[in-house]
C-alpha cells in the first residue's frame, strides 16, 4: 500500500489554497435551488388563494347580481340589455367538463373524440 500512495502525485499547497477559494466562493449557492423551490411553492399559494378569493367574489357577487337581471318580460331598452348580459352569463358560467379519455368502441379499442 506504501509504494501505491507513494507514487500518488502530491498537490502543491497553492494549488489546494486556490481550490479551496473556489470552494467558499460557491458555498451561497448550496442553498439557492432549495430558496427557488420555496419561493416556487409561495407563488403556487398565493396563486391558489387568490383564484379562491376571485371565485368567491365571483359566486358570492357578480352571480347574485346577474340573476338579478333575467327578467322575463324587459319593457325598456335598460331592462333588455341587462336580459342580453343574462342570456350570455348563463352558459359561460355552466361548467362542462368533457372526458379527457377516448371511449371505448364496441370492439374494446378506444377511439378519439373529435
Known amino acids: 500500500m506504501r509504494g501505491v500512495i507513494a507514487q500518488v ?6 494549488q ?7 470552494l467558499d466562493d460557491l ?12 419561493d416556487r411553492e409561495a407563488a403556487g399559494k398565493t396563486a391558489a388563494t387568490e383564484i379562491r ?3 368567491t367574489v365571483l359566486e358570492e357577487q357578480h352571480d347574485k347580481i346577474i340573476r338579478s337581471f333575467k327578467i322575463a318580460s324587459p319593457a325598456t331598452p335598460a331592462e333588455q340589455r341587462q336580459r342580453d348580459l343574462f342570456d350570455r352569463w348563463a352558459p359561460a358560467r355552466e361548467i362542462v367538463d368533457a372526458p379527457t379519455t ?3 368502441d ?3 379499442t378506444p377511439t378519439p373524440k373529435p
Open 102 to 104: 377516448p371511449e371505448p
Open 53 to 55: 378569493a376571485a371565485s
Open 9 to 14: 502525485p502530491t498537490v502543491p499547497i497553492a
Open 106 to 108: 364496441a370492439g374494446g
Open 27 to 38: 458555498q451561497p449557492r448550496l442553498g439557492s435551488p432549495r430558496l427557488k423551490i420555496l
Open 16 to 22: 489546494l489554497d486556490a481550490l479551496d477559494d473556489q
